[in-house]
């Protein structure tokens, strides 16, 4: 269990200057940052640069810390600025062709056979086909533990939104797996000249 009170009591002695309490308070919130950056960016190769971004900015900002709000909701409304900008600048830029595609790289490098592996992929996918407001707002309340008010407060939009956005969020994935557990495991392929036909695709409808 997550303890805002002492995230935030490390952020303000890190900010009257004490080191201890900055290594307290990155050690605390690091696991977050991470996950919060790397499912709104998806972008695997850039989690690192976009943690150690988040935490620069941060300390910068730190002496401006008054305490109002929890430390971890001030930290990710950092990383959800740091997340924005890196989008902006790589809008601007010309894409290269030619490239290996980085989400097939980043696979390609997944810690294969740990426990959970699987499951974390499915969880990603399915996360990652979902519209990136309720993506958001999913990740927020119900990876990272926020409330729906400090979830607002990152996503900078009203409570209700954020209600919202979570519950359409999670009827959607119920439907993806629902649709998954329903699938014949001992489908056999069409074949040619054989009659009947394939089963039909999924519908745009139940993937949304």
């Known amino acids: 269990m997550r303890d805002d009170a002492a995230v935030t009591s490390w952020a303000l002695a890190a900010r009257d200057g004490d080191p201890a309490a900055v290594e307290e308070f990155v050690r605390a919130t690091r696991p977050d940052v991470r996950r919060y950056v790397a499912h709104l960016s998806g972008d695997p190769q850039a989690v690192d640069d976009l943690v150690q971004d988040t935490y620069l900015r941060a300390l910068r900002s730190l002496p401006r810390f008054e305490g109002r709000s929890s430390a971890r909701t001030w930290l990710l409304v950092i990383a959800r600025r740091v997340v924005a900008d890196r989008i902006r600048w790589l809008s601007t830029r010309p894409r290269p062709a030619g ?31 979902l519209p990136e407001p309720r993506r958001e707002a999913f990740v927020l309340t119900q990876l990272l533990g926020l409330t729906y008010p400090e979830a607002a407060t990152v996503a900078r939009c009203p409570v209700g939104t954020i209600r919202s956005r979570v519950a359409r969020a999670r009827e959607t994935l119920i439907a993806q797996i629902t649709s998954e557990e329903e699938e014949p495991a001992g ?15 999924a519908t745009a409808e139940a993937m949304a």
């Open 99 to 129: 490239t290996d595609d980085w989400q097939g790289a980043a696979e390609r490098n997944q810690p294969r056979g740990v426990p959970g592996f699987e499951e974390s992929v499915v969880l990603g996918e399915l996360l990652a086909a």
């Open 187 to 201: 489908t056999e392929p069409a074949v040619a000249g054989r009659t009947g036909s394939p089963r039909p695709p």
